[in-house]
């Protein structure tokens, strides 16, 4: 991991971002949400990830997650979903996507014709409650702060409808917020 951040002890909490090469806004469809989404079921229901709080943003992701092979975990998730939107993109003609993904590869990556992810996904421990708090709410007013919605509980791309509702897209390891 090219990262000053690491997994330390795998049976911590971690709050996690990983953001798309160069800020690109890749996650503006639903089409490209869903791959996040569906990934992410898959992890907690496959790959023993434990996913506590979670934004999708139209360019970068926050979780706040365990598992007892996280640093694994993330790295498949990362590379399925790469796999993915280049399919996607390629399937629904976004051009512009893949020529920003195939100009802003970066040139140690030989085997690859495109990057979406920047390197590494930046894991700190969530070292307590007050700090879970913090980096949950930080999560959830994600899209508020961007102007994006008025209540985190409209981004649809969020726990916060987990759990102010009880619904959301995707099942959550809900925790005492």
Same mark, same amino acid.
């Not at 993915?84 to 390629?90: H, K, L, M, S, T």
């Given at each position: ?10 049976? +911590?909490?971690?709050f ?5 090469i160069e800020?690109?806004?890749? #996650?503006?469809e639903?089409?490209?949400?869903d791959?996040?989404?569906?990934s992410?079921?898959?992890c907690?229901?496959k790959?023993?990830?434990?996913? #506590?709080a ?6 970068h ?6 598992s007892e092979t ?5 790295r498949? #998730?990362k590379s399925?979903?790469?796999r ?7 399937e629904?003609?976004r051009m512009?996507?893949? +020529? ?5 590869k970066k040139?140690h ?16 421990? *969530?070292?307590?409650?007050?700090v879970?708090?913090q ?5 959830? +007013?994600?899209?508020?702060r961007?102007?994006?919605v008025e209540n985190?509980?409209r981004w *649809?791309?969020?726990s ?8 959301g ?9």
């Open positions: 991991m090219r990262s000053r951040y690491k997994i330390v002890e795998s049976s +911590n909490l971690y996690i971002t990983s953001t798309i800020w690109i806004p890749v #996650f503006t639903k089409i490209f949400c791959i996040i989404i569906d992410l079921t898959y907690r229901q790959k023993g990830l434990c996913l #506590f979670y934004v999708v943003m139209d360019n992701i926050h979780l706040i997650a365990a996280l640093s694994e975990t993330i498949d #998730f399925y979903t790469a993915e939107i280049i399919r996607v993109a390629g629904k003609q512009w996507l893949l +020529n920003q993904f195939e100009f802003y040139n990556k030989k085997t690859s014709e495109y990057q979406i992810w920047q390197e590494g996904f930046h894991p700190q421990v *969530v070292a307590n409650e007050d879970l708090r980096k949950a709410d930080y999560i959830h +007013n994600n899209p508020v961007r102007g994006l985190a509980e *649809v791309y969020s916060a409808r987990n759990y102010l509702s009880g619904e897209c995707i099942e959550i390891d809900q925790i005492e917020l």
